[in-house]
């Protein structure tokens, strides 16, 4: 991921241990809400990933604690998104399910990201 000069990482609860559909309906639900705020925030951004042919990346947290504090942080200087989950299916009604970083500069979002575990 390191030649992409944009990219967006989604990052997922893996203690909540959703299935492959859930994690992947979670994980596109955070990528249209923050590349819809990059949209309003960031055109330029927006943008110059979609030339670059959308790069993302998916990684894993183990804890509520840990998504929320990535997002409180990543959110100040990127588009950011918070994913609630309504629970209707495998997990707990408003569980905080996902997080998407960007569309945005491939540096900026590593600071926030870089040692957490590929999904």
């Known amino acids: ?5 944009y990219k ?3 990052i997922v609860r893996n203690d909540l241990k959703m299935g492959k559909g859930k994690i992947a309906a ?12 990059a949209r309003a925030k960031y ?8 030339t670059q042919g959308q790069a ?3 990684l894993k947290v183990d804890s509520e604690t840990e998504i929320v504090e ?12 918070l994913i609630h ?9 408003g569980s905080i399910t996902a997080i ?15 040692k957490l575990k590929l999904l």
Not at 43 to 50: D, G, M, S
Not at 85 to 93: E, F, S
Not at 102 to 109: A, F, L, M, R, T
């Open 1 to 5: 991921m390191g030649s992409f000069e």
């Open 100 to 114: 998407a970083i960007g569309p945005g500069p491939s540096d900026k979002i590593d600071r926030y990201t870089k």
């Open 56 to 58: 993302k990346i998916v």
């Open 70 to 81: 990535l997002f409180e942080n990543a959110k100040r200087e990127l588009p950011s998104a």
């Open 43 to 50: 055109p330029e951004w927006l943008a110059a990933w979609k």
């Open 8 to 10: 967006q990482a989604i």
């Open 26 to 37: 979670q994980s596109a639900h955070a990528a249209l809400e923050a590349v819809e705020k």
């Open 85 to 93: 989950d309504a629970g209707h299916t495998q997990v707990t009604p």
